[in-house]
C-alpha cells in the first residue's frame, strides 16, 4: 500500500512527466509499487492501454479474469488488473471519470473496413499502433488480447447489447494505476475518427510516473 494518498502525489516529484501526442504509441516499464497516472487532457479520448508482465511476457492482461475476479465488467477504483496465470498486475487505486470499459477491444484497419467501409482501411489504427511499438520487444501479432479502453464509454443494456457511445470523461480527468508486479504497460492513444470513442478529435494525454512511496 501507498501511504500518500494519489491525489496528494505531486507531478514535480515524478520521476516521468510527459504528454503523449493523439494517436501515438508508447510503452513503459512500471516496477513494482510505482503509479502510472493517465490524464484525459482535452477530454473523451481513448486510451487504449495492455499489460506484461516485464520478466516474462507470456504472463499478460486478461479481460475475462479481470472481469470474473471483480465481479463486474467496468474498470473503476479498486479494480485489480488480472492476468493471464491469475496474478494482480496493477490496481486501480484512483479513478474520477466512473468507469472504463474493458470489451470494446481495439481497432484495427480491418474493424475499421468491416465497421466503416474499405475507403477507411488506410487510417490509422491502435492495432497497427500496438504493433509498431511491440517491435521494439521482438513481439507480434500473436502477443495482442484483449485490452482496456481507458475513458472509452461502452454502456452495456439489459439485454447485454454492447455501443461505443459518446464519452463520460472531462478534461483533467484521471486514473491512477499502482504496479503490483514489474509490468510493462503498452498505450495506444486511440486515433480513431469514425465512431465517438474520441469525441471524432483524436488528442493527446499526460502520463506521469512516482516511485514507490
Ligand atoms: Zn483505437
Partial sequence: MVATLPTEL?????????????????????????ILRIIDLEANQAVDTLFYNAHDFSERYSAPDTVVRQGNIFITTGTQ???????????????????????????SMESNSVRYGLHKKHLHA??????????????????????????????VSEDGTLEIVDGISEAGKRVDLRAEMDVMVLISNCPQINNPCNAYNPTPIRLIVWDAA
Avoid at 491502435?126 to 454502456?155: A, G
Fill in 126 to 155: 491502435c492495432v497497427e499502433n500496438y504493433l509498431l511499438e511491440l517491435s521494439k520487444y521482438e513481439m507480434n501479432k500473436r502477443d495482442l488480447v484483449s485490452n482496456v479502453n481507458f475513458y472509452m464509454n461502452v454502456p
Fill in 81 to 107: 488488473l488480472i492476468s493471464n496465470e491469475g496474478n494482480v498486475m496493477m490496481t486501480v487505486i484512483y479513478d474520477d471519470c466512473g468507469r472504463h470499459d474493458t470489451l470494446g477491444g481495439a481497432c
Fill in 10 to 34: 505531486d507531478p514535480s516529484t515524478a520521476i516521468y512527466d510527459e504528454v503523449l501526442p493523439a494517436r501515438k504509441p508508447w510503452s513503459r516499464v512500471i516496477k513494482k509499487g510505482q
